[in-house]
């Protein structure tokens, strides 16, 4: 059982009518980058918790969550009522395997993502061990809408600091752009796409990919990185591919 503390809103954003951002100031346990606390409110008088991903880096304060409402969800249609100033539970331990040091060393670090799984990922690029580690960094964030395309601002500042070093691959799948892909992450893999639009092969001798977000897509990418050779990473049989389901 996760023990909770108190934390307090400091801000909240409004992305769409579905996407939101909490920032929250706790006092929680150091965590590193890519790992999810649990947030919990009382409903009905019962404690409903469910896992966030940090997506502030360990070293940014305040907190931050980002998250998707669910239709009927439990604990999202509490979570949209919050405001600055309210108060929320936080478990003072993080979890979770999808970080860097449970990456061996490679050339190019990929990091996949549907929806709100881009939130650890922002937090590992928010951190000076990942430009340090890898020579090419390609974060892909695959959404619906082009709406849905969250945190640009805090993308474009890191493709001005880090120049060549890091490329941002926007997927919208519902609706026409003039700038991002029109399909989903596995089939960019199959046709060559993804790699053509990052300008460096995807090899396991030279790469290791995380990946985070939808279920299907996850199952589905993972598959076909497997039949090119690649291998999940384990913490007892180290491999390529670090994954974590959303649902
Ligand atoms: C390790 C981990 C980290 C997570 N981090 C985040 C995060 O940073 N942001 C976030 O929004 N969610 C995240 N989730 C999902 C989150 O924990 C909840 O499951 C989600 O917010 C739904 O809660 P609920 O009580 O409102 O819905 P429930 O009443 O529990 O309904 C669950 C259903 O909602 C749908 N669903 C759940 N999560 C998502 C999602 N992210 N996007 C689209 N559909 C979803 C699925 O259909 C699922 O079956 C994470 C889950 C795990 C396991
Ligand atoms: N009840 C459910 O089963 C369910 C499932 C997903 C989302 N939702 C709800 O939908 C809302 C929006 O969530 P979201 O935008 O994050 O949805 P999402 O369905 O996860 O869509 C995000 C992106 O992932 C793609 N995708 C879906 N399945 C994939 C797969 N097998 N392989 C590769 N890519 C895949 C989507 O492509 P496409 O546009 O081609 O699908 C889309 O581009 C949420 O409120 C959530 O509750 C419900």
């Not at 006092?27 to 409903?43: M, S």
């Not at 331990?93 to 061996?104: D, M, T």
């Not at 969250?150 to 600091?161: Q, V, W």
């Not at 995807?202 to 039949?227: A, R, Y």
Request: charged share 25%; net charge neutral.
């Amino acid at each position: 059982m996760a023990k909770f503390i108190d934390g307090k809103i400091v801000a909240k954003k409004k992305w769409t009518d579905k996407l939101f951002s909490l920032q929250v100031e706790a006092k929680v346990d150091p965590f590193e980058a890519g790992q999810f606390a649990k947030l919990a409110l009382d409903i009905d008088g019962d404690l409903v918790s469910h896992p966030y991903s940090f997506v502030n880096a360990p070293h940014q304060n305040p907190l931050e969550f980002y998250f998707t409402l669910v239709p009927s969800g439990l604990l999202t249609t509490q979570l949209v009522k919050l405001d600055q100033g309210d108060s929320i539970l936080i478990s003072r331990h993080a979890s979770g395997f999808l970080r860097l040091s449970e990456l061996p060393q490679a050339k190019y670090l990929w990091l996949l993502s549907t929806g709100t799984g881009i939130g650890p990922f922002l937090s590992i690029l928010n951190t000076k061990e990942s430009w340090r580690r890898f020579d090419r960094i390609i974060l892909v964030h695959a959404v619906r809408y082009e709406d849905d395309l969250t945190y640009r601002e805090s993308i474009s500042k890191l493709l001005t600091e880090y120049g060549e070093q890091f490329r941002y691959i926007p997927f919208v799948s519902r609706a026409i752009t003039s700038f991002a892909l029109q399909m989903r992450i596995p089939q960019s893999i199959e046709e060559g796409l993804l790699e053509a639009h990052a300008g460096i092969p995807l090899l396991p001798e030279s790469s290791q990919i995380m990946i985070c977000g939808n279920p299907n897509m996850v199952k589905d990418t993972t598959e076909i990185l497997l039949s090119k050779g690649f291998k999940k990473n384990k913490r007892k049989e180290k491999g390529q591919v670090t994954v974590e389901n959303y649902w």
